[in-house]
């Protein structure tokens, strides 16, 4: 009865040691949460609506604090980010700006528009797509032989992305001829398809053409 009840206490008194570790380790991730969740840092967002191809100064553009995570990183953190700078998008009033959304304006094309493509049902999206991102667009379309399939864009870059999944908008960077013919197609397609570019196969090409030279 004894050596049973020893048992019995010396089974507790673990059960509490662990408890109470298990409690302290509880705690101590807790505290390392809060402690990342609590850092913050400033980041440039719309004072007002601005229109594409408008500069941006001190009186269109606000500083705000938010938690520091991954997706903060993409937003400007650096007034010198924005000097000299113009917005390569429609940015309403509170809208975060990214890295994607403005061109120093030295190194904006004079040809250069920006078109807007709604997923819709004859718009279609094959894998998610991100601001900075490169896509080619092919077209489906009635021609005199019949239906036709065409690879009507290579390579264009994406400026901006807005909305998700069906509701989703993205917006391309093109000349404004080719903003006239995609336009053109958004009209008279029966199905345009979005494919994005493997930006790895990219880089790998770039790599493999400097090695060789």
């Known amino acids: 009865m004894i050596e049973a009840k020893r048992k019995a206490f010396i ?3 673990l059960a509490f040691i662990l408890a109470v570790i298990a409690a302290g380790l509880i705690i101590q991730q807790l505290q390392v949460i809060a402690e990342s969740t609590g850092k913050t840092i400033q980041v440039a967002v719309a004072g007002k609506d601005i229109n ?4 941006l100064n001190s009186s269109n553009v606000e500083w705000i604090d938010v938690p520091l995570t991954d997706q903060a990183r993409n ?3 650096q007034k010198s980010e924005i000097k000299d700078s113009i917005s390569i998008v429609d940015l309403e009033e509170g809208n975060y700006i990214t890295r994607n ?6 190194t904006i094309p004079p ?4 078109v807007q493509l709604n997923v819709t049902d004859n718009v279609i999206v094959d894998e998610p797509i991100g601001e900075g991102d490169k896509v080619d667009i092919i077209t489906v379309y009635e021609a005199e032989g ?5 690879l009507a864009f290579e390579g264009i870059p994406v400026v901006q992305v807005a909305g998700d999944g069906a509701d989703s908008i993205i917006r391309v960077s093109v000349t404004i001829e080719d903003a006239q013919q995609l336009i053109y197609y958004q009209n008279i397609a029966k199905q345009i398809r979005v494919l994005r570019l493997n930006n790895n ?3 790998q090409e770039v790599e493999q053409s400097e090695e060789g030279e």
Do not use: D, W
């Open 101 to 106: 959304m403005i061109r120093a304006k030295s």
């Open 111 to 114: 040809n250069e528009r920006i």
């Open 11 to 13: 089974f507790l008194l």
């Open 201 to 203: 196969v990219e880089v």
């Open 146 to 150: 019949g239906t036709t399939a065409s």
């Open 52 to 55: 594409s191809y408008e500069e």
């Open 75 to 77: 937003f400007i953190q």
